[in-house]
């Protein structure tokens, strides 16, 4: 099936052509694996990704290395894209992994 270009949850555009990431009209500025990580959630907006789903899809890792690598690129691409917001778009579900869905 044709794969959008441009991915959108609430004021967050993700331009997968040109990979470029704004939040409203300010340009987020993504590392490629940060970019590859919120593009990931950004397909699944509104569903549930699991860790699992993350390091295979993003790492291409099919096991778990037990490292924290995954709650780290979270947390540092959530604090780009929601600097100075009001309404949080990155969601954690304990036990169960990350959504991404608008407010």
Known sequence: KEEASTLTVADLSLD???????RG?????????E???LEELMLN????VTRTML?????????DPGTNIVETHVSRIR???ER????ALIHTV??????????
């Not at 304990?94 to 407010?103: D, E, F, L």
Request: no cysteine; proline share 4%.
């Open 16 to 22: 997968r052509l040109r990979r470029l990431v704004k």
């Open 25 to 33: 009209a300010r340009v987020v500025e993504l590392q490629p694996r």
């Open 35 to 37: 970019f590859r990580l």
């Open 45 to 48: 907006a509104g569903r549930v």
């Open 55 to 63: 390091l295979e899809r993003v790492w291409d890792f099919h096991f």
């Open 79 to 81: 604090s780009k894209v």
């Open 84 to 87: 100075g917001e009001e309404e």
């Open 94 to 103: 304990r036990g169960a992994g990350y959504v991404i869905r608008a407010p």
